[in-house]
């Protein structure tokens, strides 16, 4: 059995919660870090969400809540199935001014998908030049991580140049359950397959995001200098297949 659909509905981008909201985890104080610019610009036009941001936000001291600038998360989840495949694809343009040269964790355009129930997360990170696929279990605020045999939490990067530079690519991710597997294709080509997944994933939130990953020094946050990042995402197409 197969179904297919796309999440998308940017015009709606500004009801918080219909179909997207505001990335955001909460603090101890029981107030929200929202991965929100203040005077990021936005534009929904032929179905294609733009936002262009001057970087100004980041985080002394959680590294995750210092990462991701400006984020949407899907108001939804999307569950995984037991068996068969789950597969999200995307047509992401990455442009960016101000990064420094040949870095491309300076400033990017994201794709995540994110499981709050287990810290799973599978990605794409698109900055002008190269891009990297990424796959990790991580400490995502409020989120309890299964125990297994191998490290709890880590994050891998593969990156590569294999693609047109400042224009748009297709980007997908599909995830097997029953097979611990995940697998990354650019333009319809396998870039990286991961097998034996040490978690299994339940469920994942669609995250579209402009970004840094510049670890946090003993003075604090260093991710911001200066860049402007500007970002655009087709409609995400979403594809189970069950075995």
């Known amino acids: 059995m197969a179904k297919a659909w796309t999440v998308g509905d940017f015009d709606s981008i500004l009801e918080e919660g219909k179909v997207w909201q505001i990335g955001a985890f909460p603090l101890p104080d029981g107030s929200l870090w929202r991965y929100r610019e203040p005077n990021a610009v936005v534009i929904v036009r032929n179905g294609i969400l733009y936002v262009r941001a001057p970087l100004s936000r980041s985080h002394d001291t959680v590294q995750i809540l210092d990462n991701a600038k400006h984020m ?3 108001a939804q989840p999307v569950e995984v199935p037991e068996a068969g495949e789950i597969s999200f694809e995307v047509d992401i343009r990455a442009r960016a ?3 420094a040269p040949g870095d491309l964790y300076d400033g990017f ?5 994110l499981d709050f129930t287990t810290g799973g997360a599978l990605d794409f990170f698109v900055s002008n030049d190269q891009y ?9 605020p409020g989120v309890e991580v299964p125990e297994t045999e191998r490290t709890k939490y880590f994050c891998i990067f593969k990156e590569a140049r294999e693609f047109a530079p ?4 297709t980007y997908r991710i599909t995830y097997n359950r029953a097979k611990d597997e995940a697998v990354f294709y650019v333009n319809g080509t396998e870039v990286r397959r991961e097998r034996d997944v040490p978690v299994k994933f339940n469920q994942f939130r669609i995250a ?3 970004m840094t990953e510049k670890d946090i020094t003993p003075e604090g946050s260093v991710s911001v200098h200066g860049q402007v990042i500007a970002g ?11 075995e």
Do not use: C, D, K, M
């Open 166 to 169: 400042r224009e748009f690519n």
């Open 232 to 242: 655009e995402w087709s409609p995400v197409r979403v594809a189970i297949t069950e």
């Open 208 to 210: 579209l995001g402009l």
């Open 72 to 74: 949407y998360f899907s």
């Open 132 to 140: 990297a696929s990424v796959y990790g279990v991580l400490p995502f």
């Open 97 to 99: 001014q101000h990064t």
């Open 109 to 113: 355009v994201s794709l995540n998908l």
